[in-house]
């Protein structure tokens, strides 16, 4: 029986070796890293909503093959483990254990889990810290990127096929020689989203094929981990009280916008965190001319002239640049607003030269800044 246990599951920037990669072609590495989320799993769980404040600590992740994926987690003073198995009929069983209770679940079509409370004790549920979650089997993602440096740059979607006159090459290059990075390669589809549990179970690392996007036009230094992020997806744990992002890449009205998400997801995930600014290099970032929210999508005729986020800006007029970022900043406004309130006192959110304050229940006085260079 092979056994795979993911301590903590994050990949640490500042302890991880990536000498060897450099050693590698570009297009290697890509394959690389495409290949080696195949064995990767977990439960991943978060409070739904505001949930009082309450953060989850994800402690380790256990993959045994024909048998189970279970993640551990920590709830206040107590720890708790969601698991998908198989049972004696080869089907997916889930299950929530805590001290004293055990809770059934089911995986949904997307791979969610719904839990069944239905004749558990409600008030020990509650104090063990298991109400109101939201979870997912994960299969075929990257762990935890544990980002404990102040500053990081993070260059989404690298690959040709988002800027083909490389427009943004040069700019990106500088930001990769002055800051820790990260670069983050986009995938097809979402692609293990509602796949098979017991399938993936029973075979462990399943090659799931990789839809092959042109490699970068740009030489990534092999210090600089690689790693998977489809449409801007990957999870992030923050420890800094100040954390400074910086983004090139593409695209800023979706898979930026996804993964600026992620990270303030772990941000009001940290009890100590602050402050975190995102700051937007607008000549090293492209954007497509659909937006994933109404409101950021590009005019045709202006995004036919370049799609360079720069260029997009210049060639806007007022009012559609106007609209644009009055879209951009009231998304997240509205967001944080209704669903992490219980995560700050007060919440500043600076957006190039507007400021707004935002009252919530929680204890401390947070601030995030929007920045375009």
């Known amino acids: ?33 495409y290949k080696d989320l195949n064995g990767k799993t977990r439960v991943w769980c978060e409070y739904f909503g505001n949930m009082q404040g309450e953060i989850l600590e994800e402690l380790e992740t256990e993959y045994i093959k024909d048998s189970h994926i279970s993640t551990v987690y920590q709830a206040k003073n107590n720890k708790f483990k969601v698991m998908v198995s198989i049972n ?24 969610s889990v719904k839990f069944n409370f239905r004749g558990v004790d409600y008030n020990l549920s509650k104090e063990r810290g298991i109400l109101n979650l939201s979870c ?8 935890t990127v544990n980002v404990d ?16 006159a490389g427009r943004t090459n040069e700019r990106t290059l500088e930001l990769l020689d002055i800051f820790p990075s ?19 179970i029973s075979s462990k690392g399943v090659n799931f094929g990789v839809k092959k ?9 092999g210090s600089i981990p690689i790693l998977v992020a489809p449409a801007g997806h990957i999870k992030y744990k923050v420890h800094n009280d100040d954390t400074i992002i910086h983004y090139s890449g593409g695209n800023h ?3 930026i916008w996804n993964n600026t998400r992620r990270f303030i997801n772990a941000f009001f995930r940290s009890s100590t965190a602050k402050r ?19 409101g950021i999508s590009i005019p045709r005729g202006v995004f036919w002239k370049s799609n360079l986020l720069a260029d997009i800006f210049d060639n806007m007029s007022a009012s559609q640049k106007i609209s644009y970022h009055k879209a951009y900043r009231d998304f997240f406004i509205n967001d944080l607003a209704k669903f992490k309130s219980a995560y700050f006192k007060t919440l500043t959110i600076r957006y190039q030269n507007s400021v707004h304050t935002i009252q919530g229940g929680g204890q401390l006085d947070r601030e995030i800044n929007f920045i375009y260079k």
């Open 1 to 33: 029986m092979y056994k795979s246990l993911l301590s903590s599951a994050v990949l640490f920037l500042s302890t991880l070796s990536y000498a060897s990669l450099s050693q590698d072609s570009m297009s290697e590495r890509i394959q690389k890293a």
């Open 88 to 111: 004696d009929k080869g089907r997916e069983r889930v299950e929530l254990l805590t001290t004293g209770l055990r809770v059934e679940g089911k995986l949904k079509r997307n791979n």
């Open 136 to 143: 997912a089997l994960e299969i075929a993602v990257e762990d």
């Open 149 to 164: 440096t102040r500053v990081l740059h993070v260059n989404v979607h690298p690959h040709e096929d988002y800027d083909l």
């Open 182 to 200: 990260i670069a983050l390669l986009d995938d097809y589809n979402r692609k293990a989203e509602g796949y098979d549990a017991v399938k993936y």
């Open 213 to 221: 996007f042109k490699d970068p036009s740009f030489e990534i230094p």
């Open 253 to 255: 009205n979706y898979c």
């Open 276 to 294: 975190i600014d995102f700051i937007y290099h607008t000549h090293a970032i492209v954007n497509q001319m659909g937006g994933i929210i109404r």
